[in-house]
């Protein structure tokens, strides 16, 4: 049996377990802060300045997660939540990105309580097919 060889740029953060699965909720939970105040009657716009210099004011959901500048690949799946959300629906792309997020803030309470991961997925399956 050969060694597995694993090539990663300088500086990747190759850490596991519990602590790695905390630090990817709370940079989803990061995300999720920054357009929660957009949903609803009273939803705030955001004001968001690219590299350019260039400035947009939008309290859409859509608009501003394409906007976002997200390295952290967790992270990077709500935009892809609401990317998709916006080419099936063309709307909710904030509510759905807010809900995962309330899923993921529930896991990270079972998570520090020992609950494994694979516990947790298995319940929201059955969850899915009641």
Do not use: W, Y
Not at 43 to 70: P, Y
Not at 76 to 81: A, M, S, W
Not at 111 to 118: A, D, K, S, T, Y
């Amino acid at each position: 049996m050969q060694p597995q060889i694993i090539l990663m740029k300088e500086g990747t953060d190759s850490s596991q377990g519990k602590p790695q699965l905390i630090s990817n909720i709370n940079a989803c939970a990061a995300v999720v802060d920054a357009i929660r105040t957009t949903l609803g009657p009273r939803g705030m716009d955001k004001l968001i300045v690219d590299t350019k210099g260039q400035a947009t004011i939008s309290n859409d959901g859509a608009t501003i997660m394409k906007q976002l500048d997200i390295v952290h690949p967790a992270a990077k799946i709500l935009v892809d939540i609401a990317k998709s959300q916006d080419a099936e629906v063309g709307d909710g792309t904030t509510t759905v990105v807010l809900l995962a997020g309330q899923f993921l803030e529930q896991c990270k309470t079972l998570i520090e309580e020992g609950v494994h991961p694979h516990a947790i997925i298995r319940a929201f399956r059955r969850a899915t097919n009641l």
